[in-house]
């Protein structure tokens, strides 16, 4: 079978020891997270995981079945890339003489739909919100201004089609 991109989305409790289950789940049959993210989610006091992996599509049905033996766990998901609407966020700390000795950069941040965030005598940040390639190449270009941090988040992603997560609570709640 073919691998390919799964983005998970794991809704549950944030309990303490969970992310920790779930990692174990894809360490014992040796796969690499690509991403993960968490944050709170659309319904009050539940948080989602949003974890990608490359899987064929019988190993991401197995690990799904195990993540929501988790007690804390509600219901997880599984979509393709092509199922999904999806970005990542970059934050670039670059020398502040770049910005004013060399004018060259500033076409590199306007040609990458990116945003300076701030701005001191010692470093200028750079906000770049989209595809991992994207994010990637604005890295590649900045590297030679004097690039003094990178960090990039996980994915975040939102379904092309409704999920139904709440109708699936509400009949939990019967």
Known sequence: MEQKNYT????????????SRVSAIFLKRHINIDSLNTSM????????????????EEQVNKIVKQIEK??????????????TIFQESALYKVKSNSL????????VIKKSHANIVTVNPEFFVIEKTGFREETEQLYKELVPY???QFVRSGRI?????????SHI?????K
């Open 8 to 19: 998970i989305s794991i809704y549950a409790e944030n309990n303490v020891g969970l992310l």
């Open 41 to 56: 989610s659309e319904i009050e006091n539940i948080f989602r995981f949003v974890i990608v992996a490359q899987l064929t």
């Open 70 to 83: 988790q007690i804390e766990v509600i219901k997880a998901f599984y979509h393709t890339d092509e199922e």
């Open 169 to 173: 609570l509400k009949e939990f709640s």
């Open 100 to 107: 004013f000795e060399q004018r060259q950069i500033q076409n």
């Open 157 to 165: 992603s939102v379904t092309k089609s409704p999920m139904q997560i």
């Open 146 to 148: 004097g690039l003094l």
